[in-house]
């Protein structure tokens, strides 16, 4: 049995089902994110992990006991929300020493702790200050080092950086990865944020209406997307729309050109209508090419963006953006001209 074992989760809200049938296994020390639009049920799982919210349906064991039926204060987990939820008449250091107040522990040892966990968060000069003399990273920390300072089981993350700069987000996401690494906490981190997913986790959950779409590492996510919408919803992706000519042979028809993919044809047939997706990367310009997997685009839009070009054209229907990287030396295409974009077999994925 893993760590974590979530098994047919299912939360309803009256006539509304959140959650559908949600069953994930999670190692030790493993980083997981939900990641999914609004309303996709991720806070949802989280809350029920948290013991916030009772299952319809299902059951969560962790470390092997069966906490499903426990409340939070009994299951041991740290939590962190996207609004820090200090407590604005405490010092940094009794936010952090708060649950191991409650839990009983001796003051010299909830003392020795705190002083462990300020220089984990490297906040050890501010000990004495109150949430508000803070930024809102600096409060962040504090919210994390009081999550992990009574040594949780399971550290659940609620859209903690949604509400810092994009600066600060991205600094504050590496800490939290470093930290969450060198403690070996299991962590469950839900997220809106695409790239942060990619950027954080051992494994992404997508979820999208309460139901999961896919699970896997961040470059299984992001190169081998299964459905439409994971596609769609990670990472940016142009879509050409064509037939399928031979399941087999992975062949598509986009206008008058025939592209050929490694990738296999799920659940299509020969004639039907499907999609390419291309990830930006995916594309070359005017590249040379004995005219396999290459389609004629005209030109929309060139913006120039410092060190890459971003570059939108058009094929028939569809439009198709891509960078380049800045050459002083090389000529831009100009608007309206007519230019060749050239894909590699193995990137391209045919999506029904
Ligand atoms: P967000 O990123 O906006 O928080 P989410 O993916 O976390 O979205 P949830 O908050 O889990 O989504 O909500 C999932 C669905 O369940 C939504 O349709 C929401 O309206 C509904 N829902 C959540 N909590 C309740 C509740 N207490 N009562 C009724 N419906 C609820």
């Given at each position: 049995m893993a760590f974590l074992e979530i098994s047919h989760l299912k939360k309803h809200f009256g006539s509304q089902t959140a959650v559908k049938d949600f069953s994930i296994s999670v190692e030790k020390g493993e980083f997981i994110t939900f990641l999914g639009?609004?309303?996709?049920?991720k806070t949802t799982i989280l809350r029920m992990l948290a013991g916030f919210e009772a299952p319809s349906e299902g059951s969560i064991v962790f470390d092997g006991k069966d906490?499903?039926?426990?409340r939070t204060n009994q299951r041991n987990v740290g939590m962190v929300f996207q609004s820090y939820a200090?407590?604005?008449?405490?010092?940094v250091a009794e936010n952090i020493g708060f649950g191991l107040k409650v839990a009983n522990m001796p003051q010299a040892q909830i003392d020795a702790r705190v002083k462990e966990m300020l220089a984990l968060i490297k906040l050890?000069?501010?000990?004495?200050?109150?949430?508000?003399?803070?930024?809102g990273g600096q409060q962040q920390r504090v919210a994390l080092a009081r999550a992990i300072a009574n040594k949780p089981k399971v550290l659940l993350l609620d859209e903690?950086?949604?509400?810092?700069?994009a600066k600060i987000r991205v600094s504050l996401r590496e800490e939290i990865r470093v930290l969450q690494r060198e403690l070996n906490i299991t962590t469950v981190f839900v997220t809106h944020d695409q790239e942060e997913a990619l950027s954080i986790s051992d494994r992404i959950v997508v979820l999208n209406e309460g139901s999961v779409e896919q699970i896997g590492t961040p470059s299984e996510i992001y190169?081998?997307?299964?459905?439409r919408f994971v596609a769609s919803f990670v990472g940016t992706l142009n879509q050409l729309h064509g037939t399928v000519v031979d399941v087999q042979a992975g062949t598509i028809q986009v206008g008058d050109q025939i592209l050929v993919s490694t990738n296999p044809v799920n659940g299509l047939t020969a004639g039907q209508p499907c999609v390419l997706a291309i990830r930006p990367e995916a594309i070359q310009l005017n590249?040379?090419?004995?005219?396999?997997n290459m389609v004629q685009a005209t030109v929309e839009d060139v913006s120039f963006l410092g060190s890459i070009v971003r570059i939108r054209t058009r094929v028939g229907s569809d439009v198709i953006s891509f960078d380049v990287f800045n050459d002083p030396n090389q000529t831009l295409p100009a608007r309206g001209v007519s230019v060749s974009l050239s894909f590699a077999y193995e990137n391209l994925l045919i999506l029904k």
């Open positions: 639009p609004s309303g996709c049920g906490v499903t039926h426990l200090l407590f604005p008449n405490m010092t050890d000069t501010l000990a004495a200050r109150y949430p508000w003399q803070m930024s903690p950086l949604s509400a810092l700069d190169n081998f997307p299964r459905t590249a040379p090419s004995d005219g396999k």
